[in-house]
């Protein structure tokens, strides 16, 4: 088995996220050829914290004992970070950004969703692992396999594909944005086909704070066509996956075929004893695996048994998970990250369609990381974020500005 942690470990790393700077840097280039002036971001506090962040990746790479995973993950962030302000000066430089998004967001679902229905017929992977493609197994509760993608597992997929249902949902009310309504409903599907219980709870609950917000905001252009719509589709839904879904979570409360609760306990339990010795710099970058599993039976004597569970995969919770690498300064740097995201949107929810959209995004993220740690199984996910994290930004912009761009489809 390879190793799993954040996005693997290697002596060294070139992937998507290379790719996509190497095309910014040249997009970048015709841009700045084509137009005499290029307007500059300015640093504001989201992006500060975003680099205080990276010092202590940095910091938590150096003490890690196993390096080929540690300089995996940190090559990982740094280009991560390195796409994000080109992002921002992107953002900063043309026109309809926020369509851009939104479209941007819809075109990567269809493709997901394409994969997944392959996946389904087939019963199997297509042969897409050097793009992420995981083993499609079923999971427990349900009949027919859970789709992953090109990421790796049912778990990401679902916190990805949350992501940007949170961010299209706003604008499936609104009158003229049929395109925005299939992309909707496309990954809904989707993000029911994962099977992931935590996912589907988290987009009710987001979904229900958004429509408190819209109908107590300034938005006007609610269509009561597409409330309608949107009524007898999730009914339709309950009724073609209704079943399916309510078996996976009553397989919740069987010990004999689930132990989600258990596991995510017993593995939290590890993760605190850890923490305790090493609470300030913590035991290195992506170095869970290789820790655990080097003391053997000290874990085995903290949860009373061995399971190869709790050393091949890392807590299931973000927030212990980065106490554990990096200790308590990279944790509150995470934890800074996440309230200035939430803070700012918050303040702007009632001006933008979009901001709404982030802030539910950015809200289930910040619960999910409680439960799972999708958020750093493989990459993509996290490179989501950075995107959601630079267009917050680019908002922030034009704080100044009274009425933005409108998006209509």
Not at 127 to 143: H, I, K
Not at 241 to 265: E, K, P, S, Y
Request: positive net charge.
């Amino acid at each position: 088995m390879g190793y799993i942690g954040g996005i693997g470990a290697a002596s060294g790393y070139f992937g998507t996220p290379h790719l996509v700077l190497l095309i910014g840097i040249i997009s970048f280039c015709f841009f700045s050829i084509k137009h005499k002036s290029i307007k500059s971001i300015t640093f504001n506090k989201i992006d500060i914290a975003v680099l205080v962040f990276l010092i202590f990746i940095f910091l938590s790479s150096f003490t890690a004992p196993y390096k080929e995973a540690s300089n995996t993950q940190l090559n990982f962030y740094v280009t991560l970070t390195i796409n994000m302000f080109l992002w921002r000066m992107a953002f900063k430089n043309i026109n309809k950004k926020e369509k851009i998004l939104i479209y941007g967001l819809i075109v990567s679902l269809l493709l997901q969703f394409s994969i997944s229905i392959l996946q389904i017929i087939t019963n199997s992977s297509i042969g897409l692992s050097f793009l992420g493609e995981g083993t499609v197994a079923r999971r427990q509760g349900v009949p027919i396999p859970s789709i992953t993608g090109t990421i790796g597992h049912p778990g990401p997929l679902s916190l990805y594909t949350l992501f940007i249902l949170n961010i299209l949902f706003p604008y499936i009310l609104m009158k003229r944005n049929h395109i925005v309504t299939f992309g909707f409903t496309i990954g809904l599907i989707m993000l029911i086909l994962t099977f992931s219980r935590t996912s589907l709870i988290l987009l009710f609950i987001s979904l229900f704070i958004q429509i408190l917000f819209i109908y107590r905001s300034k938005f006007k252009n609610i269509s009561k066509f597409k409330v309608v719509l949107l009524i007898i589709g999730s009914g339709l839904v309950i009724i073609f996956f209704g079943n399916l879904v309510i078996d996976r979570f009553v397989n919740l409360f069987n010990a004999d075929t689930d132990n989600q609760f258990n596991n995510r306990f017993t593995h939290l339990l590890i993760a605190i004893e850890y923490i305790k010795e090493h609470p300030y710099v913590g035991y290195g970058l992506n170095n869970w695996s290789y820790i655990v599993s080097i003391n053997d039976p000290r874990v085995a004597e903290i949860v009373g048994y061995r399971n190869e569970f709790f050393f091949n995969n890392p807590v299931h919770n973000i927030y212990a998970l980065y106490f554990f690498e990096g200790g308590i300064f990279l944790l509150i740097s995470f934890i800074v990250l996440i309230f200035l995201l939430l803070k700012n949107l918050y303040k702007l929810i009632n001006d933008k369609l979009i901001v709404l959209g982030l802030f539910g995004c950015i809200f289930s993220m910040t619960l999910y990381n409680f439960t799972g740690w999708g958020l750093l199984n493989g990459g993509q996910v996290i490179s989501l974020l950075f995107l959601v994290t630079s267009f917050t930004s680019s908002i922030l912009d034009q704080i100044n500005t009274k009425v933005g761009e409108t998006f209509e489809s």
